[in-house]
C-alpha cells in the first residue's frame, strides 16, 4: 500500500515539474486598451470617481506569467465638495509596472493576479477659479481579473486594481477593455 502511494506522490511531483520545465511557447507582445473608472477616496472629503484611459503593454515569459506595463492618463474629472468649495478631482497620469500570474484557460477564462508597484499623479482645482494643486505618489499596487477570449488573439478583460493605499488617501481602478496578442 505504502508503495502504491509513493507512486502515486512521485508521479504527480514529477508531473508538476515537468509542466513548469515544458517549453517556452513564443507569446510576442499583448498591447491594450481600456476605460478606467477610479476612486479616489481623501480624508475629510467624499469619494470621487474619476475617468481614465488606460494603456498597457503586456511580455508573456510563459503561459502563466507576465509582465505588465501601464499608463493611466486623465479623461473627466468628478466633483467633491470640501467645506463650501467644490473641488474636481482627476487623474493626472500614472505609470505601473506589474508582475502578472495567471490561471490556465478554463472554458475561454483566465483570471489573474497583479503585483507591482504605481506612481501617480493627481490633480484638484477648484470650480470657477484657476487654484489648482497637484499631488503624486509611489506604492505597492496589486489587483484580480478576469480574460475572455473574444477571438483568437483578441480578448476583452476587467480588472480591480489598488493602485496607492496610503495614510490618508487611496486611488483604485474598474478597468474594462481590449487586449489584442501580436
Sequence with gaps: MINKKLVVAVCWVLS???????????????????????????????????????????????????LRADY???????????????????????????????????????????LGVSKAEFRAEVVDTEDEATDGDTGLSYGLGVTAGIKPGLTVNGEFVSYLSEDDYSYSGFNFGLSKLF
Design 16 to 66: 508538476s515539474v515537468a509542466y513548469a520545465e515544458r517549453p517556452v511557447v513564443e507569446h510576442g507582445l499583448i498591447a491594450g486598451a481600456s476605460v478606467q473608472v477610479g476612486s479616489y477616496e481623501e480624508d475629510g472629503a467624499d469619494s470621487v470617481s474619476p475617468i481614465g484611459g488606460l494603456l498597457s503593454l503586456e511580455k508573456p515569459l510563459t503561459d502563466n506569467f507576465s
Design 72 to 114: 493611466a492618463f486623465g479623461l473627466e474629472a468628478d466633483s467633491t465638495e470640501v467645506g463650501t468649495t467644490e473641488v474636481d478631482v482627476s487623474l493626472g497620469n500614472m505609470f505601473s509596472g506589474f508582475a502578472k500570474v495567471q490561471t490556465s484557460d478554463i472554458a475561454g477564462f483566465r483570471l489573474y493576479g497583479l
